[in-house]
């Protein structure tokens, strides 16, 4: 086993989690379900080392791949090191002479296998669809197929003990023109993507699909612009992702503060040429799907959707997961779902920041899901949070999209312990926390939430769906307040019509969470970011 993928556990005791406002070193162990997890190893045994040969220019290498007749010049060395290395790390580092980039099409991890990326290298994806396409000619274009057709950058299959470290990054280059088919020339991976907004499927490829296996550890790597989702995992089992950083869109794509000129982003031309996390679809940030004993610590995420979807479809559930020290900007929050239908368990997020920045479409704390996908949620506790810019800083939704079928949601056992929301400049009185259970179809599947020590320093409106006219109200809702104070707890009342309970538990006063330094800047940790 390479080091870099053992998790040391310190002790197995249950034990209660640090305050969150303490200060935290990022290599200090988190406290999860089953143990403290200390900072991942770097590997020990390096069995190749390969040195970039091509050199970007602020961020961009599309001058490199421009002729359309060079588009992954370094995937068959990649490869090849990977397939030849044994119960170690091939490493990538910068050359002698400025040189800091490896232009690639996929590739696929085995077990035993770390990359690691050093710092000052990027690992850039071909931008050529051909790359990528698994059979179809469907990559890269936008129609009404559904099954997937592109393969991911970065690929595994029932690997174990792989992963990818290092203080490098990894670029999808979502906003750079496609080199081949239909939309050669005419449209990058996201104006690809905004074609969903005409009811069409796009077909992009994802940064890092990680497919069955155990144990595969992400420390310090940086994922940028992603064409889709950055990363995701299905039926893995042991993901400690420590200390990475997730960005889009990256300052090479926009402006600084997403100030994009008007008329220059996909939703008013094509090709754009300036991209805002409104107007990068579907590129959700981390998205564990069937898996257990998953650590997302110490990490930075700002994307165009989900910042984290723990999601589960299929088999098996997706269970002992811990969210820990980690700060989100863009996005459309830390959720759960919207697939649920093999049960999400045992969740614990704590020590987290959500900074809206007064966006429209971003959420904070969500579980979403629907009678097309919906299972058993529980044992979720949200815990030690800060918010502040959001039209939508809790979302515990069974009727997230208009969908129907016989997998019914059902959500119970959820707390919110030592929350604050500071408000936003933008949706003052207009801020919703919304509350639905699941009662139609002859099901009687009640939310079940414990608010303790919620505050809102702004009175939020508390309904049962995202649109007040359609619900004003909770819905199929079993409230408990307590034992520390709620700011709300007088706007949500009793019913036995909108079948609607409240439990008051609360004992007396407590501070509400010091929120007063837990919104740090993105482009203090990250230099490429706009914000």
């Keep these: 086993m390479t080091p870099v993928t053992k998790i040391k556990l310190i002790c197995a005791c249950a034990g209660s989690v640090l305050l969150a406002g303490a200060a935290h070193a990022a290599d200090a162990p988190v406290q ?16 190749a080392t390969l040195t970039a040969a091509l050199t970007s220019d602020h961020g961009s290498l599309d001058a490199v791949d421009a002729d359309g007749e060079t588009t992954h010049p370094d995937r068959a060395r990649l490869q090849s090191a990977i397939d030849a290395c044994h119960d170690g790390a091939v490493k990538l580092v910068a050359g002698a002479h400025g040189e800091d980039a490896f232009l690639t099409s996929p590739i696929q991890l085995k077990t035993g296998v770390t990359l690691w990326i050093d710092a000052r290298v990027t690992l850039f994806a071909s931008r050529d669809p051909r790359d990528y396409d698994n059979g179809p000619g469907d990559c890269g274009t936008a129609n009404k197929e559904k099954k997937k057709s592109c393969t991911s950058l970065i690929w595994t299959k029932n690997a174990d003990h792989a992963g990818i470290v290092g203080g490098g990054k990894i670029d999808g280059r979502g906003g750079s023109l496609l080199l081949s088919g239909p939309n050669a020339g005419k449209r990058s991976w996201w ?3 905004w074609q969903t ?10 940064l890092l699909q990680i497919d069955g296996g155990k144990d595969f550890t992400l420390h310090g790597v940086t994922f940028e612009n992603s064409p889709n989702f950055h990363i995701v995992s299905n039926g893995l089992s042991g993901f400690t992702a420590w200390g990475i950083r997730i960005l889009s869109p990256s300052i090479v794509y926009t402006k600084p503060a997403y100030a994009c000129p008007e008329g220059t982003t996909p939703d008013k031309t094509t090709p754009a040429t300036c991209f805002t996390p409104e107007t990068v679809k579907n590129t959700d940030g981390f998205d564990p799907g069937q898996s257990d004993h998953v650590l997302l610590a110490y990490s930075y995420i700002s994307t165009g959707d989900d910042n984290v979807a723990i999601k589960a479809h299929g088999s098996p559930a997706a269970s002992l997961t811990t969210i820990a020290h980690n700060h989100f900007y863009y996005g459309h929050g830390m959720s759960l779902g919207s697939e649920t239908d093999s049960g999400d368990h045992d969740i614990h997020v704590y020590d987290l920041s959500l900074d809206g920045m007064d966006s429209a479409q971003n959420n904070g704390l969500r579980i979403k899901s629907d009678a097309s996908r919906g299972g058993r949620v529980d044992k979720v506790v949200f815990e030690d949070v800060c918010m502040r810019g959001q039209l939508n800083p809790i979302v515990l939704d069974t009727a997230y999209a208009d969908k129907m079928g016989n997998a019914y949601p059902d959500f119970a056992d959820i707390t919110l312990r ?18 639905r259970g699941f009662i139609e179809h002859g099901q009687d599947l009640p939310l079940g939430v414990r608010f303790d020590n919620v505050v809102f320093d702004d009175a939020p409106l508390v309904v049962g769906n995202h649109n007040p006219k359609d619900g004003p109200e909770p819905v199929a809702t079993h409230v408990v307040f307590g034992p520390g104070p709620v700011s709300f707890a007088d706007l949500i009342a009793p019913s036995s019509e909108r079948h609607v309970t409240v439990t008051d538990e609360r004992t007396g006063s407590a501070a509400p969470r010091d929120c007063s330094a837990a919104f740090p800047k993105l482009s203090d940790v990250l230099a490429d970011s706009p914000i």
């Design 32 to 47: 999860t379900q089953w143990g403290l997890v200390s900072e991942p190893a770097m590997p020990s045994h390096v069995c």
């Design 191 to 193: 104006d690809v993507a």
């Design 197 to 206: 907004k005409q009811g069409l499927t796009q077909h992009n490829f994802r």
């Design 418 to 435: 030592n929350v604050r929301d500071l408000g936003s400049a933008a949706f003052k009185g207009q801020q919703r926390i919304v509350l």
